[in-house]
Structure formats: C-alpha cells, structure tokens
C-alpha cells in the first residue's frame, strides 16, 4: 500500500511538470503569434511609386503585349484566309507559274537577252586592257565606258519595248542588267583609282597571280587545321595589274556584292549542310509567295480595279487598307527569301566570306537608318561610288542624300515601267518623297514613334503604288476611253 501511495505521488509529480511544460510552450506561441500579427499590421505596404504604364516607372518589358498582338494577328490573318477560301475557292495552280514560262514564246528572249549581257561585261574588260596599255588615253576610254553603261541599260530596255515579253520576264532580265551595270560602274571606278596609282608610282611590272593557299601550306599542319576549321583561309594578295583577268572578273560578276575589289574575303570551303538548308528554304518560300499572290493579292487586285477607275475614294481607300496586310506579309517574305537565303546560298557556292546582306532594319528609328540597313550591297555601293564623292567634291550632305534617293527612284521606275512599257512615275516620286519624309520623322518623330512611322510608310506605301500601277495599266490595255480622251484629260 506504501509503494502505491508513492508511485501515485510520483505520477502526479510528473504529470505536473508536463502540463507546466506545455502551458510555457502554449504561452510562447500566443507571445510569438501576437508579435507576428502586431508586425504584420504595422509593416508598411504603401511606398511611392509610378504606374508601370506611366514613362516614370522605367518599365519596359511588354513582352506579354507582343505575345498577345501576335496571337490577334495570327487569328485576324486566319479569318480573312478562311473569307478568302469561302469566297473564291483554292485559286493556288503550281503549275500554272512553269507554263507561263514554257508555253508563252514571248517569254524566251528574255534568256537570250540575260546571256547578251556578256557582251558588255568583256566590253568593260576589254578596255581596260586598253587603258592600261595606253592604246587608249584616259578621256577617250572614259567616253567608251560611258558609253558602254549607257548601252547596259538601254539596250534591254529597247528590246522589251521592242519584243514585248511578259512583264515577270522582262523584270528578272532588268534586274540583272541593272546588278551588271552597278557592278560594272564599280569595276571601272576602282580600276581607273589603281591604275592612276600603279602610273604615278612608276611600276611597271607586276607578278603573275598565285593560287589561293590556306594557312600552314608551307608546312605547317597544325597551323592549317586549326585555321580551317576556325573558317581562315589565307591568301596571296592580289595587285594591280595582276587582277586584269577575264576570271577575277566574272567571279566579282557572280559574288553577291555590287562593290568591286582586289581581294575578297573567302571561305576555306563549301558547307553543304548550310547550303542544303538555304536550297529548301528558297524553294519552300517561293512556293509560298506564289500561291498566296494567287489566293490572296490576285482577288484583291481584281476587285480593286472599279473604284480606282470610278475615283471612289472611299472604297479606294478601303482597297488600299486590305491589300496592305497581305502585299507587307509578302514583302517581309520576299526580304527572306531574298536577302538570306539566295544571297547566302550565292555566297556559300562562291565561297564570298562576308554575308553582311542585310542589318536590322526592323528596328529602324528614322527613314535613313532604314535605307543604310535593309539592303547592304546597294547601300555600300551608294556611298561608295555616289555619296563620298560627292562629299569630297564639296557637295552638301542634303544634296548627296537626295543624289542617292534620285538614283535609287531612277532604278525603281526603270524596274517597273519598262517591263509593264508605261511611264507614270509613282515608283519615282515614292522614293523621291522619301527625302521630305526622313527629314520630317527626324525632326518630329524619335525612338519608338519614329519606327513606327517607318513600318506605317512600308504597310501603307507599296500597296497604294501597286494599284495605281495597276490602275494605269487596266486603263491603258483594257479600257476604251473615248476618243479624243487619254487617261489623262479623262480624269483618270
């Protein structure tokens, strides 16, 4: 009985001290829990602080908009094709490109007249072999070049007027006597600057050209693999008159660059993955543009005749606005397929080592960043061959700016009008407009509001040229005015 009465005490002892420790630990919580609770209401939430919409804020990340405008985009686009396919049908004919070409026999000279092109490629060569010989003097052998030039783009303009071929035909052959005429500009142009040097630093005997080596030929193996495969190649230089050769000539002839030299870049070889990648992305884009001409610019242009005809300015308006979206989504397309892949794949099977075809335009912030960005090869040759010399002949940067968009209007309309054989100069004032229009976006439009000027005067200005060509054209082929009356004493 004793033993129970002490355990009894002792398990009541005990039992005490565990309750004590759970009330301490109980009213250390409570302590702890109305200390968080007194500085969770008295912590500030409220500081001084701008809206992030608000310029102040210095915020900047829009990603989600972007995301968000290109998902309106993306559905908006989809609407108006799945219009286009309820309201016309699949209008898409591959084929019907191939026969254009091959059943149309007015087609055909335009390969003839691409392959006459030669003709004043060795004409150019030939006299500077000349000049260089001295059977020829300076003034006369720069009238025969003159001369030469002006053939260079006369004699096909000629040819079109004259045999009348498709109008796609006669653009591609234009183009390529317009690239031969720049290119052969720039190969007199530096030609006549190296031989005044080699005449006036009394040389007169120059070394045959050696074959390109790599790095490391001369024994040096370790030297010549890590070059190779770091994309070195090292050449023996070119000099003049060592570069007067019918091979250096036709090679800058094929190199994707309008800007001649004595010694090009080059790559060690020909990466035939990367060549592969740009082979099917120039078929595929290709293909794309084509059928969405056909289903998509075809129809619109098609509808767009009678209110340009009739001077419905509303409803041209209207037209100009729904041809925009699909005409700049096939430029962009176009800028692709151009710029990226032709030129690199031109590139890539010469072996030219600067692909610097195009810089980033889309950010352009004012009209001349714009045109100094977006086609680096015509930008190059500009301030080459017209801009800097105009400089240094004490000329105005005002006067050689508005030189260079004068020559690039001459270039767009002689593009255009000839192979359509009408002359209405909307091509011409659009770029001549383009001087005012840079002058006014750097005064009054900057950063963000500028690049959006630009991207307006790209949607908006080519589809409005577009259909007043295509205005012209109706007019003039398919219209019978009455008589007495031509398209422009008719009001048209």
């Not at 352009?364 to 301030?383: A, G, H, L, T």
Request: include cysteine; proline fraction near 5%; glycine fraction near 4%.
């Amino acid at each position: 009985m004793a033993t129970t009465a002490e355990e009894r005490k002792l398990l009541h002892r005990r039992t005490k001290s565990t309750s004590s420790v759970e009330d301490r630990e109980k009213i250390k919580k409570q302590k702890e829990a109305e200390k968080d609770r007194r500085e969770f209401y008295e912590k500030p939430i409220h500081f001084p602080s701008e809206s992030l919409f608000s310029t102040g804020s210095g915020y900047n990340n829009y990603r989600g908009v972007l995301n968000l405008c290109i998902v309106l985009l993306v559905l908006t686009t989809s609407r108006v094709a799945l219009e286009n396919l309820i309201k016309y049908g699949i209008l898409i004919d591959p084929v019907s490109w191939v026969t254009i070409f091959v059943a149309d026999p007015y087609n055909w000279p335009c390969v003839i007249l691409i392959a006459c092109s030669n003709i004043f490629i060795l004409a150019s060569f030939q006299l500077e072999i000349w000049l260089l010989k001295g059977w020829v003097s300076e003034p006369v052998g720069r009238a025969m070049h003159v001369v030469n030039c002006a053939a260079i783009l006369v004699f096909p303009a000629t040819v079109v007027l004259t045999v009348e071929p498709g109008p796609a035909g006669a653009s591609y052959a234009l183009f390529v006597y317009t690239c031969v005429f720049l290119k052969t500009v720039s190969y007199i142009a530096t030609n006549h600057w190296l031989r005044y040097q080699y005449k006036s630093s009394g040389q007169r005997k120059g070394g045959r050209r050696k074959p390109t080596k790599s790095v490391g030929d001369a024994g040096d193996a370790n030297g010549t693999a890590q070059n190779l495969a770091n994309g070195k190649l090292e050449t023996q230089l070119v000099t003049y008159p060592d570069n007067l050769a019918l091979k250096d000539l036709y090679y800058f002839m094929l190199f994707p660059t309008l800007c001649y030299e004595l010694n090009f870049p080059r790559t060690p070889r020909i990466r035939k993955r990367f060549l592969l990648k740009r082979l099917a992305e120039m078929f595929m884009l290709l293909q794309l543009m084509l059928g969405l001409i056909q289903q998509w610019i075809a129809p619109l242009l098609h509808n767009a005749i009678k209110p340009f005809v009739d001077m419905d300015l509303p409803m041209m308006v209207e037209r100009i606005m729904k041809l925009a979206i699909p005409n700049h989504f096939i430029w962009l397309i176009f800028f692709y397929w151009f710029f990226h892949s032709n030129l690199n794949v031109l590139a890539e099977i010469t072996q030219f080592a600067d692909r610097t075809f195009y810089r980033d335009w889309w950010n352009s912030e004012s009209v001349q960043y714009f045109w100094s960005n977006w086609n680096i090869p015509v930008y190059r040759w500009c301030k080459r061959h017209l801009y800097q010399p105009l400089m240094r002949r004490g000329y105005s940067r005002m006067f050689g700016q508005i030189c260079v968009f004068a020559t690039s209007a001459f270039f767009h309309e002689y593009l255009v009008s000839v192979p359509l054989r009408m002359f209405r100069w909307w091509a011409f004032m659009g770029m001549l407009m383009q001087v005012p229009f840079a002058v006014f976006v750097s005064k009054f439009l900057t950063g963000p509001y500028g690049n959006m000027a630009v991207w307006v005067s790209l949607i908006v200005g080519q589809p409005f040229a577009i259909l007043m060509y295509l205005h012209d054209y109706y007019v003039i082929n398919h219209l019978q005015l009455p008589a007495g009356q031509n398209i422009t004493t008719a009001g048209l």
